[in-house]
């Protein structure tokens, strides 16, 4: 490994005591490499504007940069063990090309800021990937609760209930990935402050141009403390995941719907065949096995919460504790981007098997609608609702899923689904 930046003589280095250190620290640094890369450019830029670094000096800093992130781009420069992290490895490289210059480039600044705004850059980065992903999977669902209308019978307690429709359900989803949207797009902007120039915790004696860097990085804002830029640690990865596991509880029910529905018992819906696997011993089997991947991605979001609110028991400043939050937001943000980005073309493609869903709704599921007429007439609600009960069946019969669809005009439901509600809603979030 090269010497590590805070090595000064009299202290010894044991590769053992180095190892537990660093853990695998230097590959995950890799994930957000790029985002350490721009940030130090931002930096150089900031330190010129106050003459730490003369012109020429920041030109070749920046020359060097550049040539950093190409070369890692294409592989001719490999983050790995030979460096302490990937903070190390930028001024390390920036000194064996420019020497004095590559120096200076930590001047004003601490791994625990950079640290910060690198997985801060990178956190936007995947807010804004997750808002994509929730907005695709509802103009899907939009797009079908639009263009077709099937009677899908309507459970509560996994019991037969009342008559609902494919189109309730698209718009129900639909209507639950634009929450995801919206909650991701706050979430966004709630983080979207600049902690480089906080140093390591307490700021520094330099006036650092930290609106500058805040521009040049493209925040909204500076995260003006420094004891706040280190409080924010692990909280704002906190409040990233909360917004990932939003859209991935949502994916768990649907997949739920689908593993449920794709049964023979069920039989209503049918997977596109790319979408199921089959099995290594039973020539017989086509297995959901994505649909179910999809319900057990939540389970990685959760447990990298848990794990970085475990870590946060901590007093404030900088601890090395926090760098093992590191691999579990990776974890967490992989595993839910991963699923979420299936969804669009799952969902734009799953066929409903009409006869199945037609032969699943029995005439007792009419009694509500046949209580709430008896009702609307001027029959008290109760009396109806025990007369419906007493003859539920008879209740239903000569009844249709279509009528019952076309009567409940309940603003939402089925017959006034106010689709331009949520399509408008949709449209506001690219804007
Ligand atoms: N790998 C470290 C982390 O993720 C970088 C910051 C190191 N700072 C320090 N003071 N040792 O937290």
Same mark, same amino acid.
């Given at each position: 490994?090269?010497?590590?930046?805070?090595? %000064?003589?009299?202290?010894?280095? !044991?590769?053992?005591? @180095?190892?537990?250190?660093?853990?695998?620290?230097?590959? &995950? !640094?890799? *994930?957000?490499?790029?985002?350490?890369?721009?940030?130090?450019?931002?930096?150089?830029?900031?330190?010129?504007?106050?003459?730490?670094?003369?012109?020429?000096?920041?030109?070749?800093? $920046?020359?060097?940069?550049?040539?950093?992130? !190409?070369?890692?781009?294409? =592989?001719?420069?490999?983050?790995?063990?030979?460096?302490?992290?990937?903070?190390?490895?930028?001024?390390?490289?920036?000194?064996?090309?420019?020497?004095?210059?590559?120096? %200076?480039?930590?001047?004003?600044?601490?791994?625990?800021?950079?640290?910060?705004?690198?997985?801060?850059?990178? &956190?936007?980065?995947?807010?804004?990937?997750?808002?994509?992903?929730?907005?695709?999977?509802?103009?899907?669902?939009?797009?079908?609760?639009?263009?077709?209308?099937?009677?899908?019978?309507?459970? #509560?307690?996994?019991?037969?209930?009342?008559?609902?429709?494919?189109? @309730?359900?698209?718009?129900?989803?639909?209507?639950?990935?634009?929450?995801?949207? $919206?909650?991701?797009?706050?979430?966004?902007?709630?983080?979207?402050?600049?902690?480089?120039?906080? +140093?390591?915790?307490?700021?520094?004696?330099? %006036?650092?141009?930290?609106?500058? $860097?805040?521009? +040049?990085?493209?925040?909204?804002?500076?995260?003006?403390?420094?004891?706040?830029?280190?409080?924010?640690?692990?909280?704002?990865?906190?409040?990233?995941?909360?917004?990932?596991?939003?859209?991935?509880?949502?994916?768990?029910?649907?997949?739920?719907?689908?593993?449920?529905?794709?049964?023979?018992?069920?039989?209503?819906?049918?997977?596109?065949?790319?979408?199921?696997?089959?099995?290594? /011993?039973?020539?017989?089997?086509?297995?959901?096995?994505?649909?179910?991947?999809?319900?057990?991605?939540?389970?990685?979001?959760?447990?990298?919460?848990?794990? /970085?609110?475990?870590?946060?028991?901590?007093?404030? =400043?900088?601890?090395?504790?926090?760098?093992?939050?590191?691999?579990?937001?990776?974890? =967490?943000?992989?595993?839910?981007?991963?699923?979420?980005?299936?969804?669009?073309?799952?969902?734009?493609?799953?066929?409903?098997?009409?006869?199945?869903?037609?032969?699943?709704?029995?005439?007792?599921?009419?009694?509500?609608?046949? +209580?709430?007429?008896?009702?609307?007439? =001027?029959?008290?609600?109760?009396?109806?609702?025990?007369?419906?009960?007493?003859?539920?069946?008879?209740?239903?019969?000569?009844? #249709?899923?279509?009528?019952? &669809?076309?009567?409940?005009?309940?603003?939402?439901?089925?017959?006034?689904?106010?689709?331009? *509600?949520?399509?408008?809603?949709?449209?506001?979030?690219?804007?």
């Amino acid at each position: 490994m090269t010497d590590p930046l805070w090595h %000064k003589s009299g202290t010894r280095i !044991d590769a053992r005591i @180095m190892r537990f250190l660093g853990q695998d620290d230097v590959i &995950l !640094d890799r *994930e957000f490499f790029l985002h350490d890369i721009a940030a130090s450019h931002a930096h150089v830029e900031g330190l010129a504007s106050i003459g730490v670094v003369n012109a020429s000096e920041a030109q070749a800093l $920046t020359r060097e940069l550049a040539a950093l992130a !190409d070369d890692f781009n294409s =592989g001719v420069f490999v983050l790995d063990e030979r460096f302490e992290d990937g903070h190390s490895a930028i001024e390390a490289r920036l000194t064996e090309r420019l020497g004095d210059a590559g120096r %200076k480039v930590h001047t004003g600044r601490s791994r625990n800021d950079q640290v910060l705004v690198a997985t801060r850059l990178w &956190l936007k980065e995947r807010l804004a990937s997750l808002i994509e992903h929730c907005r695709a999977i509802a103009s899907v669902c939009l797009e079908r609760a639009a263009c077709e209308s099937l009677p899908l019978p309507g459970y #509560t307690h996994l019991q037969r209930a009342v008559v609902s429709s494919t189109a @309730m359900w698209f718009a129900g989803f639909a209507e639950s990935f634009i929450d995801d949207a $919206t909650r991701a797009r706050d979430t966004l902007a709630w983080i979207d402050a600049n902690p480089l120039g906080t +140093a390591a915790g307490y700021g520094v004696n330099l %006036k650092l141009d930290r609106e500058h $860097t805040t521009r +040049a990085l493209g925040f909204a804002r500076m995260q003006v403390n420094p004891v706040a830029a280190q409080l924010s640690r692990g909280k704002f990865e906190i409040a990233v995941l909360e917004a990932f596991g939003s859209a991935l509880l949502d994916l768990r029910r649907l997949a739920w719907d689908l593993s449920l529905f794709t049964t023979v018992e069920f039989n209503f819906v049918s997977l596109p065949p790319q979408y199921t696997t089959g099995s290594s /011993i039973m020539p017989n089997k086509r297995n959901p096995d994505v649909v179910e991947l999809l319900r057990a991605s939540y389970a990685s979001v959760a447990a990298a919460r848990t794990e /970085i609110e475990q870590l946060l028991s901590l007093p404030s =400043g900088y601890q090395r504790d926090l760098q093992f939050s590191k691999g579990s937001i990776f974890h =967490g943000v992989r595993h839910g981007l991963g699923a979420l980005e299936l969804v669009p073309d799952l969902l734009a493609h799953l066929q409903w098997n009409e006869s199945a869903m037609r032969a699943a709704i029995e005439p007792q599921m009419y009694a509500t609608d046949a +209580a709430i007429e008896q009702a609307a007439s =001027g029959v008290p609600f109760r009396d109806a609702y025990r007369a419906a009960a007493e003859e539920a069946a008879a209740a239903g019969q000569g009844r #249709t899923p279509e009528q019952s &669809l076309a009567a409940r005009v309940s603003p939402g439901a089925h017959a006034d689904l106010r689709l331009d *509600e949520l399509r408008q809603r949709l449209d506001a979030l690219s804007a």
